[in-house]
């Protein structure tokens, strides 16, 4: 009796086993370089791509406070920026600038036209430009929940300060970006989900089986290039966690693609990136 009941229990264990399997996910290709080693393969994720157009709800003049200045324009059209699942609405001033907000009225990009460039050698230090972007950042969101890190860029003579949010270890793209020109003045600001990601959002990826289903696609994807360069390679994958509603996460995978050809002692390299979102 002893034996059955062993034997059943054992039986019903190998049964639950096999029932579980590596979660599914939908791996969808958003976008892609276009190179002679490009994979074999049509955008299946369009939403980030569709033309801007007329919103004839939105008020045709806007106000709003920016950086303690009041500012009015005129609404020039809508769309849906990458990684976000929310229009965005565009005023441009008088004067040539324009901004983005959504459907809150925050800010979400704005762009000085007429920044100047050229003042008597005065150069900021980093600490300088981060705490101009700070301040300038403060004013539209809590920046308690995000990270900063900050890049000086020669040719342009200015610093791109990044504010990004980071949930469960995830890199995500609640994200802000503020340029200050060398001499404080400041020269852009965008931002994608800005806010919108919650920083005790408990997102369920198994990323292993993320991984494995992202090669999958790539290998179905780069099959006939298997077949016309000497080696094929995946490298790089990077995440980015976004939601595609107001519930519903996602991820974005970026990943690097190289089509190698070995000719005598020497590799002919041909460099390409493929880009998927995943729920």
């Not at 509603?245 to 690097?256: I, K």
Request: overall charge negative; charged content about 30%.
């Amino acid at each position: 009796m002893k034996k059955f009941l062993c034997m059943a229990i054992i039986l019903s264990i190998l049964a639950l086993c096999g029932c579980a399997k590596t979660s599914e996910y939908s791996v969808l290709v958003y976008d892609f370089s276009d190179s002679p080693g490009g994979p074999e393969t049509h955008q299946e994720y369009g939403v980030w791509f569709q033309d801007r157009k007329k919103d004839l709800s939105r008020p045709e003049k806007l106000s709003i406070q920016i950086n303690d200045e009041e500012v009015v324009g005129e609404y020039e059209d809508s769309g849906i920026a990458t990684y976000d699942y929310y229009p965005t609405h565009r005023y441009k001033l008088e004067n040539g600038d324009n901004f983005d907000v959504d459907s809150e009225q925050r800010l979400t990009s704005y762009y000085w036209r007429k920044a100047d460039k050229d003042e008597s050698g005065v150069m900021i230090s980093e600490e300088e430009s981060i705490a101009i972007a700070r301040e300038f950042l403060s004013k539209i969101i809590d920046i308690k929940d995000y990270v900063i890190e900050i890049e000086y860029l020669e040719y342009w003579h200015m610093y791109e300060v990044t504010f990004t949010k980071y949930v469960d270890s995830y890199r995500t793209a609640d994200e802000a970006v503020v340029s200050v020109l060398e001499n404080g003045k400041l020269f852009d600001y965008s931002s994608t989900m800005l806010g919108r990601i919650p920083t005790d959002a408990k997102p369920d990826f198994d990323m292993a089986a993320v991984t494995e289903q992202v090669t999958a696609r790539l290998d179905e994807m780069y099959a006939k290039a298997k077949t016309i360069y000497d080696k094929v390679e995946y490298s790089d994958y990077q995440y980015i966690l976004t939601m595609v509603n107001e519930t519903d996460f996602a991820l974005v995978c970026t990943v690097q693609i190289e089509c190698i050809d070995y000719i005598a002692q020497y590799e002919q390299v041909i460099s390409g990136v493929v880009q998927f979102v995943i729920q």
